[in-house]
């Protein structure tokens, strides 16, 4: 056998294997388990992280703030709304996941001229939301045994929620959620809202239901509504100062001032219905009705949501 | 206005009108020059850089397929070289000529260096009709039709834009004359209007509304496709192909509107063009970019220090710096923070603003 047929020889072999042992690669792991992934959304890449694949992730939008480690360990893709089509092919995702409140929407186009797939996960703030998006994000990436898990578990949650909120008793309480305060004018949270939806699920009264999304509202409106409990986002520096806060003639009028209750929570937990909605629910409704009787699977844990009062 | 020939004057020997004219040429043939060069060198730029990497070579091989109809056509980089990259230089380079020139037609007009298209309504009336288009479009336009509201909006703006400079227009013109102080006037008025039926937009509108609606007002070259190209560009390159007829009337109307009409100038048709072409300009490009600020008003104002007054020269040389800034600063807000990307907005101000400013500190002799 000359140097060449050996060489041609070989090549035969690599030519014909090469195909057959890709085949059999792919077939036998799931076609999505080296899938790159950009997701956009914040509680996209929480339910990503939740479900272990935070690995296949290639970036993350700026709403991606929980886990924290999320915007650090991953390329920031900009602003869920103004997302940049060529930005997001950079980073040559294999797919890319998002909240319908993703966009522009010729950006998403050219994404998807591009052979790049996006798949749209809503929003509603509902248990049953939460669970449809971690079913739906976990059959994306071939994950559905984690994510029927960790359905279970956030299942169990909103049902232990459900109990401890039937065991709530007293007169209910009011709360008013503000959004922001500018210039001394609140942006409160009104029907249809994630803040109205959490409020409820944590055995509180939206104070203000005539309100349609988050408005801005007048000093008088605010009054008139009688809050019990101030509910805000904790921001690091720009969390509300309940001394600011009760100072401002609206809230010093409130039932509220008197206990000088003011509940901060972290953004994305409180509004982001996603795996730590339950928990975030309970821990809201630890600070607004201090005698409930919380079941532990709603407390603590590597998951677990402070309120601060 | 003499400012552009004092400065002249005291860079090159002139001691005769003539000698100070002959400069003044000269200096504005090499500014144009210049201009064509830089526009062209941004361009080339513009196409080789931007988020994902691709070698130049690689760029020009896939352009030149893409001239020919030849070789790949649906790998990665192609796409994101002749779907993404070209038709947003294209789109950058009309937006901002028309813009700037946009920009100089109104102070030509107004005989104002600090009119901008704003005045004649087409700016609010664009707004407007977008801000209508995003809040109200999801009742308005019945489900059944399939089709995205949002998909409606550069039609609407541009509607918008036209008929409120319409109505102005009209208000304006009496007998066949347009006074443009009523024009002046009049335009404030209906900004206002249009400020105040915005304001209510913005407050019945949802969260996710207002934030559509403020970030096409800061304005954004990232949704530029083809589709959108072939709709905007007749538009556009019909309004500069329009301005050089312009030229001689609006160097007539420094003079007045009285002296210009004794010079032989149709002064009633060439307002109307004006204000037409400015419309039609100003609303094509607000439909495809959103609000893109700062163009209109600074190119012509900075041309006008360097190469003077004379709008034969004033017009193109705008046309290609608007059109040289605005792909600058797109090069800049699509890559500085890449794989995210800036509001143009911000960066046509941000690069044009301090040279403005460094170029009137300058001609004040406070620096060197």
Do not use: C
């Amino acid at each position: 056998m000359t140097l060449s047929e050996t060489a041609d020889m070989l090549r035969t072999i690599v030519l014909l294997a090469g195909p057959t042992l890709v085949t059999l690669l792919l077939a036998a792991s799931p076609v999505a388990a080296s899938e790159r992934l950009v997701a956009a959304g914040g509680v996209v890449t929480e339910i990503l992280y939740a479900l272990g694949v935070e690995g296949r992730i290639v970036g993350v939008d700026t709403t991606s703030v929980h886990p924290p480690r999320a915007l650090e360990d991953h390329p920031d893709v900009g602003y869920l709304r103004a997302l940049s089509a060529e930005g997001v092919l950079s980073l040559a995702p294999d797919r890319v996941i998002a909240t319908d409140a993703a966009g522009p929407a010729d950006a998403l186009d050219l994404v998807r001229q591009a052979g790049v797939p996006i798949d749209v996960v809503g929003e509603e703030p509902t248990p049953a939301g939460v669970v449809g998006r971690i079913r739906t994000i976990g059959a994306l990436v071939g994950e559905e045994a984690r994510a029927d898990a960790l359905a279970a578990e956030v299942e169990a949650g909103f049902a232990a929620l459900q109990e401890a909120r039937a065991r709530v008793d007293g007169s209910p309480v009011r709360v008013l959620f503000v959004l922001s305060l500018q210039n001394g004018r609140a942006m409160v949270g009104g029907a249809g809202t994630a803040a109205d939806a959490i409020i409820a699920l944590a055995g509180g009264v939206n104070a203000v239901p005539e309100v349609a999304g988050y408005k801005p509202v007048t000093d008088e409106a605010i009054i008139a509504a009688a809050p019990d409990v101030v509910l805000s986002i904790a921001r690091g520096d720009h969390a509300l100062d309940p001394d600011a806060l009760f100072a401002l003639p609206a809230f010093a009028l409130t039932p509220a001032a008197e206990g000088r209750r003011l509940v901060s929570m972290d953004g994305l937990a409180l509004l982001g219905f996603g795996p730590r909605t339950p928990q975030a629910a309970a821990a809201l409704m630890r600070a607004l009705h201090p005698g409930a009787e919380i079941p532990a699977v709603l407390s603590g844990g590597a998951d677990a949501v402070e309120a601060t009062r | 206005m003499s400012a552009g020939v004092a400065g002249s004057g005291a860079s090159v020997p002139a001691r005769t009108p003539a000698h100070a004219l002959a400069a003044r040429r000269a200096r504005a043939r090499l500014g144009l020059v210049a201009l064509v060069v830089l526009v062209v060198a941004l361009s080339i730029l513009a196409l080789g850089a931007g988020a994902v990497a691709i070698p130049p070579g690689r760029v020009v091989a896939i352009l030149r397929d893409a001239a020919t109809g030849a070789g790949e056509v649906a790998t990665r980089d192609a796409l994101v070289v002749t779907g993404i990259r070209l038709p947003r230089l294209l789109m950058g380079l009309l937006v901002g000529a028309a813009l700037a020139v946009a920009g100089a037609l109104m102070q030509g007009l107004f005989r104002n260096p600090l009119a901008d298209p704003g005045l004649v309504g087409v700016s609010s009336g664009a707004g407007l009709a977008a801000g209508v288009t995003i809040v109200l479009g999801e009742r308005l336009v019945p489900a059944s039709l399939g089709i995205d509201p949002f998909a409606l909006l550069p039609i609407g703006a541009f509607l918008g834009g036209l008929a409120s400079t319409l109505v102005l227009y009209a208000i304006a013109t009496r007998n066949g004359r347009t006074s443009i102080a009523t024009m002046l006037l009049a335009g404030i008025a209906l900004g206002a209007l249009a400020g105040a039926a915005s304001g209510v937009l913005a407050y019945v509108s949802d969260d996710r509304q207002l934030r559509d609606l403020t970030f096409w007002s800061l304005g954004s070259l990232g949704g530029a496709t083809w589709a959108k190209l072939a709709v905007i560009a007749p538009i556009l390159l019909a309004t500069l192909a329009a301005t050089p007829i312009l030229a001689r009337a609006l160097n007539a109307l420094v003079l007045g509107e009285a002296e210009a009409y004794h010079l032989g100038i149709a002064v009633e048709r060439a307002k109307a063009a004006i204000v037409v072409l400015v419309a039609a300009a100003v609303g094509a490009s607000v439909a495809a970019a959103g609000v893109i600020g700062f163009v209109g008003i600074v190119v012509p104002h900075l041309l006008r220090l360097v190469v003077g007054p004379d709008h034969r020269v004033l017009l193109p040389a705008s046309a290609l710096l608007g059109a040289g800034l605005l792909v600058g600063a797109d090069l800049v807000a699509r890559t500085v923070v890449a794989p995210a990307e800036l509001p143009i907005g911000i960066v046509t101000a941000a690069i044009g603003a301090p040279f403005f400013l460094w170029l009137l500190l300058r001609r004040r002799g406070l620096f060197p």
